[in-house]
T-cell receptor
Framework: DAGVTQSPTHLIKTRGQQVTLRCSPKSGHDTVSWYQQALGQGPQFIFQYYEEEERQRGNFPDRFSGHQFPNYSSELNVNALLLGDSALYLC??????????????????FGPGTRLTVL | SQKIEQNSEALNIQEGKTATLTCNYTNYSPAYLQWYRQDPGRGPVFLLLIRENEKEKRKERLKVTFDTTLKQSLFHITASQPADSATYLCARPSGSARQLTFGSGTQLTVLP
Protein backbone atom coordinates (compact mmCIF):
# COMPACT_ATOMS: atom_id res chain seq x y z
CA ASP A 1 0.00 0.00 0.00
CA ALA A 2 1.66 3.18 -1.22
CA GLY A 3 1.72 6.06 1.17
CA VAL A 4 1.49 9.70 0.22
CA THR A 5 3.69 10.52 -2.74
CA GLN A 6 4.88 13.91 -3.92
CA SER A 7 6.68 15.19 -6.99
CA PRO A 8 9.13 16.55 -7.74
CA THR A 9 11.53 15.93 -4.87
CA HIS A 10 13.50 19.11 -5.41
CA LEU A 11 12.87 22.21 -7.46
CA ILE A 12 14.84 25.38 -8.14
CA LYS A 13 13.08 28.45 -9.47
CA THR A 14 13.81 32.15 -9.78
CA ARG A 15 11.84 35.03 -8.37
CA GLY A 16 8.67 35.83 -10.28
CA GLN A 17 8.29 32.36 -11.75
CA GLN A 18 5.41 29.99 -11.16
CA VAL A 19 5.60 26.46 -9.77
CA THR A 20 3.29 23.44 -9.59
CA LEU A 21 3.75 20.71 -7.01
CA ARG A 22 1.91 17.41 -7.12
CA CYS A 23 0.59 14.99 -4.52
CA SER A 24 -1.07 11.60 -4.54
CA PRO A 25 -2.80 10.72 -1.28
CA LYS A 26 -2.59 7.44 0.58
CA SER A 27 -4.91 4.80 -0.82
CA GLY A 28 -8.41 5.20 0.60
CA HIS A 29 -7.90 8.81 1.63
CA ASP A 30 -10.10 11.54 0.18
CA THR A 31 -8.80 14.71 1.84
CA VAL A 32 -5.56 16.45 1.00
CA SER A 33 -3.90 19.24 2.95
CA TRP A 34 -0.84 21.27 2.01
CA TYR A 35 1.68 22.66 4.47
CA GLN A 36 4.71 24.90 4.12
CA GLN A 37 7.69 24.25 6.36
CA ALA A 38 10.49 26.79 6.57
CA LEU A 39 13.86 25.69 7.89
CA GLY A 40 13.78 25.22 11.65
CA GLN A 41 10.02 25.74 11.87
CA GLY A 42 7.00 23.51 12.15
CA PRO A 43 4.70 22.97 9.16
CA GLN A 44 2.21 25.78 8.48
CA PHE A 45 -1.20 24.97 7.04
CA ILE A 46 -1.82 26.37 3.57
CA PHE A 47 -5.16 24.83 2.59
CA GLN A 48 -7.21 21.65 2.47
CA TYR A 49 -9.11 20.05 -0.38
CA TYR A 50 -12.08 17.72 -0.25
CA GLU A 51 -14.46 16.78 -3.06
CA GLU A 52 -12.36 18.90 -5.43
CA GLU A 53 -13.02 22.07 -3.46
CA GLU A 54 -10.93 24.15 -1.10
CA ARG A 55 -12.51 23.56 2.27
CA GLN A 56 -10.18 25.46 4.57
CA ARG A 57 -7.40 27.94 4.09
CA GLY A 58 -4.59 29.17 6.29
CA ASN A 59 -3.01 32.59 6.32
CA PHE A 60 -1.45 32.48 2.86
CA PRO A 61 -1.88 34.96 -0.01
CA ASP A 62 -3.84 34.26 -3.18
CA ARG A 63 -0.57 33.53 -4.97
CA PHE A 64 -1.02 30.09 -3.43
CA SER A 65 -3.74 28.10 -5.14
CA GLY A 66 -4.60 24.48 -5.48
CA HIS A 67 -6.66 21.87 -7.16
CA GLN A 68 -7.96 18.42 -6.37
CA PHE A 69 -8.77 15.90 -9.08
CA PRO A 70 -11.51 13.25 -9.12
CA ASN A 71 -8.94 10.60 -8.14
CA TYR A 72 -8.20 12.69 -5.00
CA SER A 73 -4.72 13.70 -6.14
CA SER A 74 -3.87 17.35 -5.74
CA GLU A 75 -1.71 20.17 -7.05
CA LEU A 76 -0.31 23.21 -5.30
CA ASN A 77 0.43 26.22 -7.49
CA VAL A 78 2.46 29.21 -6.40
CA ASN A 79 2.62 32.28 -8.65
CA ALA A 80 5.05 35.20 -8.63
CA LEU A 81 7.55 33.36 -6.48
CA LEU A 82 9.35 35.27 -3.74
CA LEU A 83 12.60 34.38 -2.02
CA GLY A 84 10.56 33.74 1.13
CA ASP A 85 8.66 30.97 -0.60
CA SER A 86 11.73 28.76 -0.31
CA ALA A 87 10.67 25.91 1.94
CA LEU A 88 9.72 22.26 2.19
CA TYR A 89 6.18 21.80 0.90
CA LEU A 90 4.36 18.93 2.50
CA CYS A 91 1.24 17.19 1.37
CA UNK A 92 -0.84 15.30 3.93
CA UNK A 93 -3.85 13.09 3.42
CA UNK A 94 -6.56 11.83 5.72
CA UNK A 95 -9.53 9.50 5.22
CA UNK A 96 -12.43 11.28 6.83
CA UNK A 97 -13.31 14.09 4.52
CA UNK A 98 -17.06 13.53 4.57
CA UNK A 99 -17.65 12.87 8.22
CA UNK A 100 -16.18 13.38 11.62
CA UNK A 101 -13.38 10.90 12.27
CA UNK A 102 -14.52 8.05 14.50
CA UNK A 103 -11.76 8.92 16.90
CA UNK A 104 -12.69 12.59 16.79
CA UNK A 105 -9.19 13.41 15.65
CA UNK A 106 -7.90 13.89 12.15
CA UNK A 107 -4.46 12.29 12.00
CA UNK A 108 -2.50 13.45 9.01
CA UNK A 109 -0.36 11.17 6.84
CA PHE A 110 2.45 13.17 5.31
CA GLY A 111 4.39 12.71 2.11
CA PRO A 112 8.16 13.17 1.86
CA GLY A 113 7.79 16.76 0.70
CA THR A 114 9.08 18.88 -2.17
CA ARG A 115 12.05 21.10 -1.44
CA LEU A 116 11.52 24.40 -3.29
CA THR A 117 14.42 26.83 -3.61
CA VAL A 118 13.72 30.30 -5.01
CA LEU A 119 16.78 32.20 -6.22
CA SER B 1 -3.46 34.48 20.06
CA GLN B 2 -3.71 30.71 20.44
CA LYS B 3 -0.12 29.58 20.61
CA ILE B 4 1.51 26.20 20.76
CA GLU B 5 5.13 26.31 21.82
CA GLN B 6 7.93 23.82 22.03
CA ASN B 7 11.36 24.33 23.45
CA SER B 8 13.31 25.32 20.38
CA GLU B 9 16.58 24.45 22.07
CA ALA B 10 18.07 21.22 20.80
CA LEU B 11 18.13 18.39 23.34
CA ASN B 12 21.13 16.09 23.64
CA ILE B 13 20.95 13.03 25.88
CA GLN B 14 22.98 9.91 26.47
CA GLU B 15 21.81 6.59 25.08
CA GLY B 16 19.69 4.67 27.57
CA LYS B 17 18.41 7.78 29.34
CA THR B 18 14.85 9.13 29.20
CA ALA B 19 14.25 12.08 26.90
CA THR B 20 11.52 14.51 27.92
CA LEU B 21 10.16 17.06 25.46
CA THR B 22 7.71 19.83 26.32
CA CYS B 23 4.75 21.31 24.47
CA ASN B 24 2.94 24.32 25.97
CA TYR B 25 -0.24 25.96 24.78
CA THR B 26 -1.83 29.28 25.71
CA ASN B 27 -5.19 31.01 25.40
CA TYR B 28 -7.22 27.93 24.51
CA SER B 29 -7.96 24.35 25.52
CA PRO B 30 -7.35 21.86 22.72
CA ALA B 31 -9.51 18.76 22.60
CA TYR B 32 -6.37 16.76 21.90
CA LEU B 33 -2.72 17.06 21.04
CA GLN B 34 -0.74 15.02 18.54
CA TRP B 35 2.95 14.21 18.49
CA TYR B 36 4.89 13.62 15.28
CA ARG B 37 8.44 12.61 14.47
CA GLN B 38 10.30 14.20 11.56
CA ASP B 39 13.62 13.08 10.14
CA PRO B 40 15.73 15.50 8.06
CA GLY B 41 14.26 16.08 4.61
CA ARG B 42 11.27 13.86 5.33
CA GLY B 43 7.64 14.44 6.18
CA PRO B 44 6.36 14.16 9.76
CA VAL B 45 5.20 10.75 10.95
CA PHE B 46 2.36 10.44 13.45
CA LEU B 47 3.33 8.91 16.80
CA LEU B 48 0.69 9.49 19.46
CA LEU B 49 -2.51 11.37 20.17
CA ILE B 50 -3.70 12.30 23.65
CA ARG B 51 -7.08 13.79 24.49
CA GLU B 52 -7.81 16.42 27.09
CA ASN B 53 -9.54 13.88 29.34
CA GLU B 54 -6.59 11.49 29.23
CA LYS B 55 -3.74 11.92 31.67
CA GLU B 56 -1.32 9.60 29.95
CA LYS B 57 -0.91 7.55 26.77
CA ARG B 58 1.76 4.95 26.06
CA LYS B 59 3.13 3.23 22.99
CA GLU B 60 6.14 0.96 23.41
CA ARG B 61 8.93 3.23 24.73
CA LEU B 62 6.90 6.39 24.19
CA LYS B 63 4.73 8.10 26.78
CA VAL B 64 2.72 11.29 26.47
CA THR B 65 1.05 13.20 29.28
CA PHE B 66 -1.51 15.99 29.11
CA ASP B 67 -1.86 18.45 32.00
CA THR B 68 -4.76 20.82 31.35
CA THR B 69 -3.97 22.78 34.53
CA LEU B 70 -0.42 23.54 33.43
CA LYS B 71 -1.53 23.74 29.77
CA GLN B 72 1.28 21.40 28.90
CA SER B 73 2.00 18.06 27.27
CA LEU B 74 5.17 16.11 27.97
CA PHE B 75 6.59 13.55 25.53
CA HIS B 76 8.91 10.92 26.98
CA ILE B 77 11.16 8.42 25.23
CA THR B 78 12.48 5.83 27.67
CA ALA B 79 15.66 3.80 27.11
CA SER B 80 16.54 6.19 24.29
CA GLN B 81 18.56 4.98 21.31
CA PRO B 82 20.60 6.85 18.67
CA ALA B 83 17.86 5.87 16.18
CA ASP B 84 15.47 8.07 18.17
CA SER B 85 17.42 11.15 17.04
CA ALA B 86 14.99 13.35 15.09
CA THR B 87 12.82 16.44 15.43
CA TYR B 88 9.65 15.92 17.41
CA LEU B 89 6.63 18.09 16.67
CA CYS B 90 3.59 18.81 18.80
CA ALA B 91 0.35 19.73 17.02
CA ARG B 92 -3.13 20.87 18.00
CA PRO B 93 -6.35 20.92 15.99
CA SER B 94 -7.50 24.27 14.62
CA GLY B 95 -10.01 25.71 12.22
CA SER B 96 -12.88 23.26 12.09
CA ALA B 97 -10.57 20.70 13.67
CA ARG B 98 -9.67 19.35 10.25
CA GLN B 99 -6.28 21.09 10.16
CA LEU B 100 -3.29 21.06 12.47
CA THR B 101 -1.24 23.87 13.95
CA PHE B 102 2.28 22.72 14.75
CA GLY B 103 4.87 23.88 17.20
CA SER B 104 8.34 24.62 15.90
CA GLY B 105 9.63 21.24 17.04
CA THR B 106 12.43 20.08 19.32
CA GLN B 107 15.52 18.47 17.80
CA LEU B 108 16.59 15.46 19.84
CA THR B 109 20.03 13.88 19.55
CA VAL B 110 20.74 10.64 21.40
CA LEU B 111 24.46 10.20 21.86
CA PRO B 112 25.92 6.66 21.80
Amino acid sequence: DAGVTQSPTHLIKTRGQQVTLRCSPKSGHDTVSWYQQALGQGPQFIFQYYEEEERQRGNFPDRFSGHQFPNYSSELNVNALLLGDSALYLCASSPFGGAAPPSGADTQYFGPGTRLTVL
Amino acid sequence: SQKIEQNSEALNIQEGKTATLTCNYTNYSPAYLQWYRQDPGRGPVFLLLIRENEKEKRKERLKVTFDTTLKQSLFHITASQPADSATYLCARPSGSARQLTFGSGTQLTVLP
